[in-house]
């Protein structure tokens, strides 16, 4: 059972230079997630996805986009990657249906990005 | 502004003592609460949860409470092990028009000696 796998696991980027932070998942999950992780902080939400073809701006949008085109996948792009965005990346998902929702958020391994 | 407070910031106790970890939140409307366990280098995983109706619940040599009255939560930990070294993050769901928003605190990080 893979669960949520995030790739790359580390990433370094000059600035200026863009990626693709890929996130799959296989549990079927409608929901995901992106959050950043700086040290000694709490994650942050970037953007959150309720279902293929829909996303939603999170906590800490700027300078990220995200896409939804299948239920499975959902990644993050960075276009001009800033040393601000140097932090670990954690992608998530879990499964909702209408109401309040108790399950839990499966996270990927991380991706630990910086940007020099 | 919903907000998720832990304290202590860090911990440091001997194997096979116990410890107790706190969470305060002011998340409206509630949802349900979670505690994760997050390893060096790893995603966190989920040790409990816990919705409005609950007090506490156990996983193994972890305890969590729960007062939604108060909007606090604990997590105790007994008999520690070298291996329950991590950062202990307390999250909290709120349910927000359309989507189950899930705010974060800043995590205990705990280190366990021998």
């Known amino acids: 059972n893979a669960g949520v796998t995030q790739t790359p696991k580390f990433r370094i980027l000059k600035i200026g230079q863009s990626m693709t932070l890929q996130c799959a998942q296989d549990?079927?999950?409608?929901?995901m997630y992106w959050y950043r992780q700086d040290p000694g902080m709490g994650l942050k939400l970037i953007y959150y996805s309720v279902g293929a073809g829909i996303t939603d701006k999170g906590e800490v949008p700027n300078g990220y986009n995200v896409s939804r085109s299948t239920t499975e996948d959902f990644p993050l792009r960075l276009e001009l990657a800033a040393p601000s965005q140097t932090s670990v990346y954690f992608c998530?998902?879990?499964?909702?249906?209408?109401?309040?929702?108790?399950?839990?958020?499966?996270f990927g391994q991380g991706t630990r990005l910086t940007v020099v | 502004k919903n907000q998720v407070e832990q304290s202590p910031q860090s911990l440091i106790i001997l194997e096979g003592k116990n410890c107790t970890l706190q969470c305060n939140y002011t998340v409206s409307p509630f949802s349900n609460l979670r505690w994760y366990k997050q390893d060096t280098g790893r995603g966190p995983v989920s040790l409990t949860i816990m919705t409005f109706s609950e007090n506490t619940k156990s996983n193994g040599r972890y305890t969590a409470t729960l007062d939604a009255d108060t909007k606090q939560s604990s997590l105790h930990i007994t008999a520690s092990q070298l291996s329950d070294s991590a950062s202990y993050i307390c999250?909290?769901?709120?349910?927000?028009?359309?989507?189950?928003?899930?705010?974060f605190g800043t995590g205990t990080q705990l280190k366990v000696e021998l």
């Open positions: 999250v909290v769901s709120g349910w927000a028009g359309g989507g189950n928003k899930l705010t």
């Open positions: 998530a998902s879990s499964y909702l249906t209408g109401g309040a929702g108790n399950t839990e958020a499966f």
């Open positions: 549990m079927n999950h409608n929901y």
